[in-house]
């Protein structure tokens, strides 16, 4: 008979239509699934009772793909073939990729939007990677949870801009799971510990795993939560910590001749074993042979520290510095949450809570904290739990806007708007009998689209051809709970419409939205200077445009003297806008709008009359 | 009329609770519906209803309504393992014949 799980009250469901729902945590190295039953949040196991599935797949020459720790069994002997940490792949050109992470052993094939991977069963797209990852924690939980699953929450890193979070989406649907939501990895630490119920105020996410760190100051506010600020270093983690153990029993040894591959790989597994077995005790005794040499003694915690030292406070300048751009005080930081394998290093902890003067919650398993979050809000959406009051709603990371004339950008959706969200906005036609408008799709805060990142183009066509300023185009930005934006253009008067699904064509690199944040703050002065300057030089030329065409409509009306001061005055706007000195050019549309204005009452005096002639006063 | 709950049962259903953080105990029950015309009910309780029975064991309190009880005396719950998955398990004397997947039961 099948199994069955308690229920929360009034919540039984019917034979078949259980609601079951998974979190999924598709890491870097590792990747972890978790499931809430009877009311509980777990990770649940293999069935070698492992809780982690290492993020590796590999590609066998009899057309076998294994994943996970069969996969990782073969790195060592295939490595072209055995895709590791794919995620740092995963919506990614080849020029962000050979920048980031250099010599890979692997052949990349470059797309028009992404890379492939060369493998011995062709070429293979990171997304398709990552859902072969995907496929095997969803049929484990099936396998687990004895039914088919409603849905899944996945978590991608809080800096993962739009085109990674697609590719996670698409991974995923290829996988055959039904994303539910995707949240941002601090954001399900913090749930994971209960900080989104009936908290308010800033919370700082501390994530030291094996090969990166990041640091993220979130804000707490009616369920929603805000990334504030995000930091890091892509290259330290606990990987690092292992490295400096054995450079110093290397050193230590005078060993200073190259080593053989095989040699490093026996000392990174020491340093490992020695760095986990100082979390309990105090000094750990080793006995190594490499390359004929045997290599013994024994290490202390106190070596440890000192080894790991400049480490640690890396991480620690990061924090500062993450705290700086979310503007915000080590006093008014609330809770700091540690994730992360690396955080079970007791001097992590002790440093960590010095810096912030606070003790760091570590109850919950550092490396499945992030699942298990994510698992509870999975549990939230499918409806098991009715009458909770958790109801978590995530943020835009950067702002979303259009490109208007002169090349400035008009942002739609600010910054840290809590999605989903639709906001529209009305546009006009620039110049007469325009029929077509050119969509230009833009993130990021500064005011220049020169310094935004362009995500996507389309064009309305069919603009009922009118006089500038007369046809109203709306513009609606549409982002769903995912963060996935669509853009939709209509001209109102003929319904004509367009719309775009914005997959953007490349990744930002990785710290690149934490640049574009600050560097639209750095900058926000030039920025609004050079905007006022952009804005001064598109109305001059509007204004010159439209003064030339009534003087050729209305040419008999003109007064000769009057044609030369206007002449003289269009000539000096013209030279004026040549220039960067907004100001100057400012004056030079007053002083043009001030010599035209008689020609332009007069102008309208004639237009009235022309309308009137023929009608009756009643009329009028 | 009696319910009873094994050891093992009884153990995760304490720490159930105790984890949840609030309940008076475990509800069983029985609804018309599914395949074979009836399915077992197993939630957290919060507030006692009318007409309902309250078997204690082991510390665990056991709430059935009046018209569940008819069809679960003698009854036995088990938490078991089986092989990934894990969960309870009714053991329900009166129950003559199940659908094919076990979730509903005929008396």
Redesign the interface.
């Known amino acids: ?12 469901t ?3 239509e259980h609601k079951l729902a998974i979190g999924i945590d598709l890491g870097t190295t590792n990747s972890l699934v978790a499931s809430v ?4 949040a777990n990770v ?4 070698q009772g492992r809780y982690h599935l290492p993020s590796v797949v590999h590609y066998g020459a009899n057309r076998t793909i294994d994943v996970g720790f069969d996969a990782k069994a073969n790195a060592e002997n295939d490595p072209e073939n055995t895709i590791v940490s794919v995620k740092r792949f995963l919506g990614r050109g080849l020029k962000d990729i050979n920048e980031t992470y250099g010599k890979l052993p692997y052949t990349f094939v470059e797309k028009e939007n992404t890379v492939n991977l060369l493998t011995s069963q062709g070429e293979k797209n990171p997304i398709q990677v990552s859902a072969e990852i995907l496929y095997v924690l969803k049929t ?1 939980a099936e ?4 039914g088919d699953l409603m849905g899944a929450v996945i978590t991608v890193p809080a800096h993962f801009d739009d085109a990674q979070r697609q590719g996670t989406k698409d991974a995923a649907q290829l996988a055959g799971i039904k994303v539910l939501r995707l949240i941002n990895e601090p954001t399900a630490a913090a749930v994971a510990y209960g900080l989104d119920s009936g908290q308010e105020g800033i919370v700082a996410i501390y994530d030291l795993g094996g090969g990166t760190f990041d640091i993220s100051i979130l804000r707490l506010n009616k369920g929603v939560f805000e990334v504030l600020s995000t930091g890091g270093d892509t290259a330290l983690g606990g990987d690092d910590f292992d490295g400096k153990i054995v450079q110093r029993i290397l050193a230590n040894a005078g060993v200073t001749e190259e080593l053989s591959a095989k040699s490093l790989r026996k000392l990174a597994d020491l340093g490992r074993k020695i760095k986990e077995q100082l979390s309990d005790v105090d000094s750990v005794d080793f006995n190594i042979d490499i390359e004929s040499q045997q290599l013994t003694g024994s290490f202390s915690k106190a070596d440890f520290e000192a080894v790991i030292a400049d480490l640690v406070k890396a991480t620690l300048r990061s924090c500062r510095r993450a705290l700086k751009d979310a503007d915000v005080e080590k006093e008014q930081i609330l809770e700091v949450v540690m994730v992360g394998g690396s955080t079970r290093v007791p001097y992590v902890r002790e440093q960590v809570k010095a810096f912030f003067g606070k003790e760091p919650l570590t109850s919950i398993d550092p490396d499945q904290v992030v699942a298990i979050g994510a698992s509870i809000q999975a549990d939230l959406l499918v409806g098991n739990k009715p009458d909770s009051d958790m109801l978590l709603l995530d943020v835009t990371p950067l702002s979303l806007g259009l490109e208007t004339m002169g090349g400035l950008v008009e942002k739609v959706i600010p910054r840290n708007t809590t999605i989903p969200v639709a906001r529209a906005q009305e546009f006009t036609t620039y110049k007469d009998g325009q029929t077509m408008m050119a969509i230009h799709v833009l993130q990021g805060e500064r005011e220049l689209v020169d310094d935004c990142r362009s995500l996507a183009r389309f064009v309305l066509k069919g603009i009922p051809p009118l006089t500038a300023g007369i046809a109203v185009i709306r513009v609606t930005f549409n982002i769903d709970a995912d963060g996935l934006l669509s853009v939709t253009a209509l001209e109102k008067s003929t319904g004509v419409e367009s719309s775009i699904q914005v997959k953007p064509s490349y990744g930002l690199e990785q710290n690149e939205i934490a640049d574009m944040i600050t560097a639209s703050m750095t900058n926000a002065k030039e920025d609004i200077q050079a905007r006022m300057l952009r804005e001064q030089q598109i109305d001059a030329v509007r204004m010159m445009e439209a003064l030339e065409t009534a003087m050729t409509e209305d040419n008999a009306i003109v007064l000769d003297e009057e044609r030369v001061v206007i002449e003289q005055a269009i000539e000096q706007l013209k030279q004026a806008t040549q220039g960067i000195d907004g100001q100057a050019i400012k004056q030079a549309i007053k002083n043009l709008d001030d010599t035209s204005q008689p020609f332009a009452a007069r102008r309208m005096e004639n237009s009235i009359k022309r309308a009137l002639t023929g009608h009756s006063v009643d009329k009028v | 009329m009696a319910i009873s709950l094994t050891d093992a049962a009884a153990d ?2 304490r ?2 609770l105790e ?2 953080g609030k309940g008076l105990g ?2 069983l ?1 029985v ?1 018309t ?3 074979s015309g009836l ?8 507030e006692l209803q009318e007409g309902d029975t309250v078997f204690e064991h082991q510390d665990v309190k056991v709430i059935i309504d009046a018209k569940s009880l008819v069809y679960l005396d003698g009854t036995q719950l088990d938490f ?1 393992k ?9 053991t329900n004397p009166n129950q003559k014949d ?2 094919g ?4 039961f005929t008396v």
């Open positions: 008979m099948a199994l069955l799980q308690i229920a929360e009250p009034g919540q039984s019917n034979p078949h039953r009877s009311g509980q649940l196991p293999d069935a484990q396998q687990t949870l004895g | 995760r259903v720490t159930f984890n949840r475990l509800r029950g609804k519906t599914g395949c399915a077992y009910v197993l939630e957290f309780v919060d078991v089986n092989g990934l998955n894990e969960g309870f398990e009714f199940e659908c997947c076990g979730e509903s």
